[in-house]
């Protein structure tokens, strides 16, 4: 068994982020401290080093589910928001943070578009990890 199923997920993303810390590819927008991640969030991002864990869970993510689109991600990273006497209702997150994430670890050479899918026409089926992204994923302890 590998070391990303061993450990515990949470640590296993801390270690994650803290090593995409030291890519220069994985540099944090000046915009992120304005914005919120998902339109069912009352305010901006807080954590200082939100960007590094968003990357390393996105990652995770790539690498156990083989083939991940920015759709399937905005569903998982989503919550519910608070409407006041109404009920809550799940919201997507945004798009714009897990995009930019995603062409950032295309050009660090750790994800590529994914080629043609059997059974998918005409659409690009989203992201898969590199042999250099598996071998970075894996090697952290």
Sequence with gaps: ?????????????????????????????????????SPSKERPIDDPDFWHKRAASILRQIYKKKIVGVNRLRTKYGSKKNRGFKPEAFKKAGGK?????????????????AKAVK???????????????????????
């Design 1 to 37: 068994m590998n070391q990303v199923y061993e450990l515990n997920s949470q640590e296993y993303n801390l270690k994650l982020a803290e090593a995409l810390k030291k890519i220069p590819e994985f540099e944090k927008p000046e915009w992120v401290e304005f914005v919120k991640s």
């Design 97 to 113: 943070i897990i995009r930019t994430i995603l062409q950032q670890s295309d050009k660090a050479g750790f994800t590529e578009i």
């Design 119 to 141: 059974g998918v026409r005409g659409r690009k089926p989203g992201r898969q990890l590199t042999q250099k992204g598996k071998e970075f994923l894996e090697e952290i302890k």
